[in-house]
């Protein structure tokens, strides 16, 4: 695994630091990842246990969010960080807090499976859970590349999560205009659909943040903040 690109120091504690940090971020990452899983998985199989056990996560992702902005504030005055070293820490302090939200997210999506399989009458409709799941396939998919980007400074791979966040922007407006025609078809499915709605927009707004992690991954490689170039 490579190094992020700090600047290498004299004092070795200060390497050991960084990368402590950088290592808390991916253990925070990976345990959003899990979380969105499952909460997927809930949704997709109506695993009311699963998906409380989703919720139940989300302590230790805030957690683990407070563990390292204590140790960037250590940092900051111990060490009183420039150039790269400055560019990394600010790219997990507004990393940490996306992470953090995509997890509020993810919370979101199972507190909505635990509603469904509490409320639903009958069968869900099978099409709109197939459409929630392809682009809640896509959200993951999106998450997971923006986790690896941190891991590995990538700045073409960075660029293509970005890319990548744009066709998945057209999937989620598709699927917006594709559930009102159920709607429109049997008024017994405006209660699901509505479900389904929220769903897609908590997923939506994970790929938003998503996008913001290999944002600040470019910032910290080139340090160039390129949010503002994004249509």
């Known amino acids: ?17 960084l990368d402590h940090l950088r290592l808390n971020v991916l253990e925070m990452g990976g345990l959003v990842v899990n979380l969105l899983g499952n909460a997927l998985i809930a949704l997709k199989t109506q695993d009311e246990d699963l998906a409380h056990q989703a919720v139940a996560m989300d302590y230790e992702v805030d957690q683990l969010e407070v563990d390292v902005d204590q140790e960037i504030a250590k940092i900051i005055a111990k060490r009183c960080p420039v150039s790269s070293d400055l560019r990394m820490v600010m790219a997990v302090s507004k990393s940490v807090s996306d992470l953090e939200r995509i997890g509020d997210e993810a919370v979101r999506i199972a507190g909505l499976a635990i509603q469904l399989i509490e409320n639903e009458g009958g069968e869900p409709n099978s099409q709109m859970l197939r459409d929630v799941n392809r682009i809640g396939d896509m959200a993951m998919s999106g998450l997971r590349s923006a986790i690896e980007v941190f891991d590995i400074w990538d700045e073409e791979k960075a660029l293509q999560v970005i890319e990548n966040h744009k066709a998945m922007e057209e999937e989620f407006q598709a699927d917006l205009r594709h559930l009102l025609t159920y709607i429109l078809e049997d008024y017994r499915n405006i209660g699901f659909a509505i479900s389904v709605v929220l769903v897609i927009k908590a997923l939506e707004r994970i790929g938003h943040h998503a996008q913001n992690l290999a944002e600040y991954a470019v910032f910290q490689v080139c340090g160039e903040d390129i949010r503002s170039q994004q249509p």
């Open 1 to 17: 695994m490579d190094r992020p690109p700090t600047e290498g120091h004299i004092i070795r504690r200060y390497d050991g630091e």
